[in-house]
């Protein structure tokens, strides 16, 4: 059984840092491109980054370029996502999803697994 599983999420105040894990167990990642996605209270969930297999391609959405970054470490099977400079309106659910596809892929219609997410509070 394949699962993604998040951790690190929690309140921190505006301004703040948190940086969110999601390891993987029952089949490896390394050949597959990662993405975080998130969702704000009462809204549709968006993408937030996205990385090809090896880390080549990255990509953000707009509301994180310059104060988020995806990475991963493909011998943890594990991929992060380090949140800098947090505001209140990027409080949301956010989730890891796992994509059998190597190249980058920014649809959520593409990834086939998904974690159960981890909130994250922002307080102004």
């Known amino acids: 059984q394949v699962q993604l599983v998040e951790s690190g999420g929690g309140l921190v105040q505006a301004g703040g840092s948190l940086r969110l894990s999601c390891t993987a167990s029952g089949r490896t990642f390394s050949g597959n491109a990662m993405g975080w996605f998130r969702q704000p209270p009462g809204k549709a969930r968006e993408l937030v980054a996205a990385?090809?297999?090896?880390?080549?391609?990255?990509s953000y959405a707009v509301p994180g370029k310059g104060r988020f970054t995806i990475s991963r470490d493909n011998t943890k099977n594990t991929v992060y996502l380090q949140m800098n400079s947090l505001k209140p309106e990027d409080t949301a659910v956010y989730y890891c999803?796992?994509?059998?596809?190597?190249?980058?892929?920014?649809?959520?219609?593409?990834?086939?697994?998904w974690g159960q997410g981890t909130q994250v509070t922002v307080s102004s």
């Open positions: 999803a796992g994509s059998l596809k190597l190249r980058i892929v920014l649809s959520s219609d593409e990834y086939d697994y």
């Open positions: 990385m090809s297999w090896n880390g080549g391609r990255t």
